[in-house]
């Protein structure tokens, strides 16, 4: 009923910048808020950065003043831009958001996952 569906991941440069972005199609009734995870190989997936419908952020030591995530709530659309990227930023990355497809139904969705390469 919900998917989420993540893009714009790829290669790239240390110090370089990507944005990713993550669309919410399907039966929604409201987001309550929406984030970025990502996971190595063997290690647990780590919160990235969150945003709630109300706009508040909360970001993981490691990215706070170079990652900025933000939403198009017109486009249920969630974007994480990623400056000043660093090879330990190398995981993949996946979206996630606290959905209601009713008054009363409310599920937390995943999305597929987009890798991000950070090499020279």
């Known amino acids: 009923q919900v998917q989420l569906v993540e893009s714009g991941g790829g290669l790239v440069q240390p110090g370089g910048s990507l944005r990713l972005s993550c669309a919410a199609s399907g039966r929604i009734f409201s987001i309550q808020d929406m984030g970025w995870f990502r996971q190595t190989p063997g290690k647990q997936r780590d919160l990235v950065a969150t945003?709630?419908?109300?706009?508040?952020?909360n970001y993981a030591d490691s990215v706070r003043g170079r990652f900025t995530i933000s939403t198009d709530n017109a486009k249920n659309t969630v974007y994480l831009q990623m400056n000043n990227l660093k090879p330990e930023d190398t995981a993949v990355y996946y979206c996630?958001?606290?959905?209601?497809?009713?008054?009363?139904?409310?599920?937390?969705?995943w999305g597929q996952g987009t890798q991000v390469t950070v090499s020279s």
């Open positions: 996630d958001a606290d959905i209601s497809t009713t008054t009363w139904a409310r599920l937390r969705y």
């Open positions: 945003i709630t419908s109300g706009g508040s952020t």
